[in-house]
Structure formats: structure tokens, C-alpha cells
């Protein structure tokens, strides 16, 4: 008896979300309301860009109006602030998402702590975060929150499991332990210095892969039965997951691309919906 | 051949840090800066006052002024917020400490919020709370980094050891499992809805107990050779530890009285000293 396999279809989540998105921004066209996002890109990273674009397309397809601001990879930090700063006094915008990475001359964080929270779409500012960490945020970052709404739509629960997330970032890994711990799993936070990493992730009845290195999580790393979740995009549109392998073990598995990518971009429309929502 | 037993001396780390302060007191006072701790108290909940009068005590003992607010227990959240108000725009006030848990008209949350970043010495702002989340805030929570002090102070290696966290609240809990985090150890946090939680301690190179209830923690949920330290604070002095029984696997355990417990007031003093240096 082979035990059954679940894909967990990103597009299907997304479009579940977006659907949920349509009556909501007609109500506000009905008020002269158009939800707007701007998104920031510093330099010309080809990867970067794509993302950008299909933000841009996917806000494009739901009626939201999106604003591109494409600045030149030489910016400063404070030239960089000063077009956040424009954006957050723009009544018209209601969302703001700084593509992440920025060149190297730039202080990032000094440029996310510049976007005002309610415009704060991406969950990226230290009060955004603190919020998303003690469980009342209005807008937790994008992929963390995918991460739960695709659990959440596939029933799968997190009460007293074990998760296990390798990375810690301040936009990925760590907020998305916090989410699930305050879910109620017991999460164990893995990273570059972890010893015995495989066993580790053995431990895990949820592994989230937050790595950012191609097919890094091997497929016996994964307990039988255990339900994985991909956030990585490396170049070519390689998960982080050694996906053909950790299927084996795996119970449910999201695929890249059409896993967490999707859902990323759908929770991204609905924060900006719901902020323009706020103005109401 | 029996192990060696560490025992990590609170009074010791305390005094270390303390002494550190008295120098920097000094420079302070020839300024006519005298650092001050304002500490509210609302109610009167017993233990609660020893608390605050033991942080009083211990700032008189250095040189550091305290004051002492005490709010009735029927105190309103604007009340108190009007309170926090008055000693943030008090510049012979350096620190303020609001001492939990407040009574449960009131809103917690929002009162810690009203304290100022810069007078905010125990990180219990959501702003103190991510800046230590990443690693860079002034002022942490005291008890978490009382905790690493004293992992510190006894050269007790936490990168790449596995650390286990039993608790999750926003100021003892979630913060401390990001700064062990932040020092690079795997940390696994665990609370009331952990399955098998004694198997999840048994992981644990460093166990941290900070759940709230008396000798909690049993002596074989320890991994031979583990580091333990107790946060909890429970009526009659009694950790969150079974410590005799847990001293038999443990290779290091810090005792209550006289472990975490003086760390952390050393802490609250020493963010308040901190907190004066930077207006000169």
C-alpha cells in the first residue's frame, strides 16, 4: 500500500484568495477607491525584476492598480527613503512593498523602518513584525503568511506538531517560526550553524525550507508522512527542496513554481486591498 | 568517575556586571547626571512588591535613583498610559519599568506601547522587542539577557548547541529563543500545547525553563550533561526546575534563588545606566 500523496497546489490557494478579493475591491470602486501598490526596485537584478513584473501583472489582472518605481543600482540610502517617503504621503497609495535585496550601499533596514505601517503591506518594518511575533498584525510578511494560508486551506493542522524551519531571516525564517508557534506547533528554528541538520529536520511533522540555496533538503531528511513547504526561488525556479526525493517521504509537498510563490503574491493583493480598506 | 556540576552563581554575574557600573556611575555624577529607574506598580499584589522593592533596593545600593509609582488596583489603561506619559517627558527619568503582570482591566499591551524607545530598559515595546529579534536593540528584555549573561559570563559555548525554550511569552519566552537564536544556536520553543514535551526537552544541549510553574521541569526530561537555567520566579522562591533532580543530569544549572533572578535586576540597572549615558 503506497500511502497518498497531497501536491499542495499554490494556484489553486491563490485563486481561492484572489476570488475573495473581487466583491471586496468593487465595493471600493463603488467609493472611487482604487487599492494601489507600489513596489520599489533598486538596480537591475534580472530575478528581482521578474518578480517585480509579476507582482505588477497580478495586480493588474484583479483590477488593483500597481506603481513601479525602478531606481538606479547606484541609490543611496537616503535617496531611497526619500521615494518611500513620497509614496507614504501619496493618498492614493495604500501599499508599499521595497523589493528585497537592495544594492549593498544601501542600509536595508533603514529603508523598510521608512515605510509607514499602515502602508507596511510586506510586513517588513520592526513594529509590523513585533505585531506579526505577538499575533495581532495587520499585515504579517507575505510568505510567512502563505506558508499558514496554504495549511489553513488544506486543513492541515498545526496544533502541537513540530515544525521545523531552516532559515532565519528577518522577512522569512523568523517570522514564519513565530506564526507557527503562535499556531500552537512547537517549532525548532535551523539556520547555517546548525549541527546535525538532518537530523534535525527529521524531527520535523512540518518542515518549511526558507534557505535560499537550490535543492538543499535531501529526501531522507524528511520523517515519513511529514508535510514540507518550499519557500525557496532560486534561479531557474528551483525550490529549495530536493523535491522528486522529499516527495517520497512526504505525506503533502508544495512544488516550485505553483507552491508558495503564487500564494505569496495572492496575500500580497489582499494586504493591499485591506489597507486601502482602512481609508474607508 | 561523577561529572563535574557547575553551579551558575546569579549573585556572582550580578556583581561582575554591577561592578562595571560603578566607574560609569561616577563619570555620570561628575556630569550632575544621577541615573534614574521610575517603576510602576499597579495594585498590590504581593510578590509583585517584593519585585519592585528589590529593584529599588538594588538601584539605592549603586547610586542609581528610583522612583516608586503605585496605582491603585482599579488603575484604568488611560490612567496608567497617562502615567507612562508623565515620566517619559520627565528627563531626570532614564528608565521606566512597568512591572507585570498589571490587572486585567487593564491593557497590557497597550501600556507597554506608551513607553518611549529610549526609556524602554526592559524591551518590553514591540519596537525593543524586533530590534532584538535582529540583533541590534539597546535594550532587551532583562531576564532573557540576564539568561545569556550568564552563559556568557561562563564562557558556556551556544553556537550550534540546541537550545530549548519552554515558554512563549513576549517578554521572556519568544525573545529569549530569538537572542540564543541570534547567537546561533538551533532553539526549539516549546509551551502548553507541546505533544511529548519531555522527549522535545531531552533535545536540548540548553534548556531554558520559563513557564511559570513551581518545579515544572523533572529531573530525566534532562539531557545528560545539559546546561539548565530557571526563569521562573513562583510564590515561595521556587523555580520552574526540580532542581535537585535535575542537578543529577545536568553539567550546569543556575539555583532560585540567586540565578537568573539577580541577573536580571544587574540588567535593569545596567540598561538604566546605559539609558542616562546616552543623553550626555
Not at 538532518?198 to 512540518?206: Q, S, T, W
Request: overall charge negative.
Amino acid at each position: 500500500m503506497t500511502a497518498e500523496k497531497l501536491i499542495l497546489d499554490g494556484n489553486r490557494v491563490a485563486s481561492d484568495i484572489k476570488e475573495t478579493l473581487l466583491g471586496r475591491i468593487n465595493l471600493l470602486s463603488e467609493k472611487r477607491i482604487v487599492p494601489c501598490l507600489a513596489t520599489i526596485l533598486v538596480g537591475d537584478d534580472p530575478s528581482s525584476a521578474t518578480y517585480v513584473r509579476m507582482k505588477g501583472n497580478a495586480c493588474k489582472r484583479l483590477g488593483i492598480q500597481s506603481i513601479r518605481i525602478d531606481l538606479p543600482k547606484n541609490t543611496s540610502t537616503s535617496e531611497l527613503i526619500a521615494a518611500i517617503n513620497k509614496l507614504n504621503a501619496d493618498p492614493n497609495v495604500h501599499g508599499i512593498l521595497l523589493q528585497h535585496p537592495v544594492p549593498n550601499q544601501i542600509d536595508e533596514r533603514a529603508a523598510f523602518e521608512a515605510i509607514s505601517i499602515e502602508k507596511d503591506v510586506d510586513g517588513v518594518t520592526t513594529l509590523g513584525f513585533a505585531q506579526n511575533a505577538f499575533g495581532f498584525a495587520d499585515f504579517p510578511s507575505c510568505t510567512p503568511a502563505a506558508i499558514i494560508a496554504i495549511l489553513d486551506y488544506y486543513n492541515i493542522p498545526i496544533e502541537g506538531k513540530h515544525a521545523v524551519v531552516i532559515g532565519r531571516s528577518p522577512i522569512l525564517g523568523k517570522p514564519v517560526s513565530l506564526m507557527l508557534l503562535n499556531k500552537n506547533a512547537t517549532v525548532t528554528t535551523c539556520h547555517s550553524k546548525t549541527t546535525n541538520l538532518e537530523d534535525v529536520v527529521r524531527l520535523g511533522d512540518i518542515v518549511v525550507a526558507a534557505v535560499g540555496k537550490p535543492k538543499f533538503v535531501q529526501g531522507d531528511w524528511i520523517k515519513p508522512g511529514a508535510i514540507v513547504l518550499d519557500a525557496g526561488y532560486n534561479e531557474g525556479n528551483i525550490g529549495d527542496v530536493d523535491y522528486d526525493n522529499c516527495l517520497k517521504n512526504a505525506s503533502a509537498i508544495t512544488p516550485v513554481p505553483a507552491g508558495v510563490g503564487p500564494v505569496t503574491i495572492a496575500i500580497l493583493l489582499k494586504h493591499t486591498v485591506e489597507a486601502a480598506e482602512k481609508l474607508t
